[in-house]
């Protein structure tokens, strides 16, 4: 087993036996972590970010023009690319539904990318869970409007 600490990687760890308990359960864990998410802009994660501030996207390996958003479930996953040619340096860590909330159509999300302890989200799937997370806000802010 390789070396984790979070439960996220403790989970993406029993992920690669490929069962879909295990998978389930990934994306489960997922959706109530805290990740770290590199920007091209700093931000505390709390405020309102800058209108222009991004989330690093990496390409879904061979598949070049299949943008992922790239999630880290720790700082030194996030570290192996805050180097390099791009503006993408600061690391926050935000709630994963908000990631989830802001990738765009067609994105899929890689956790941990290039790293030996990673976990790819289809696009699909993405999609489905960011409609599930918006329905739940929704509910949310109905509800309270209803106070």
Known sequence: MTETH??????????????VESLRR???ILTSAR???????E????????????MLFVSDGKNEQ??????FT??????????GD????????????LAIHRTDNGAG???????????????QLTTTLRDEIERQLQNLIKARSQV
């Open 109 to 123: 999300i890689m956790i941990n990318p290039n790293a030996d302890l990673s976990f790819r989200i289809t696009p």
């Open 26 to 28: 990934v994306l489960q």
């Open 86 to 97: 791009h503006p993408f340096v600061h690391v926050t860590e935000i709630d994963a539904r």
């Open 66 to 71: 299949q943008p992922m958003l790239a999630v």
């Open 6 to 19: 979070t439960e996220l990687e403790q989970a993406i760890d029993a992920a690669r036996k490929g069962d």
């Open 43 to 54: 931000w505390d994660g709390v405020s309102q970010p800058q209108p222009d501030t991004r």
């Open 35 to 41: 990740v770290k998410v590199l920007l091209n802009k």
């Open 74 to 83: 720790s700082e030194r996953f996030a570290d192996e690319f805050r180097g």
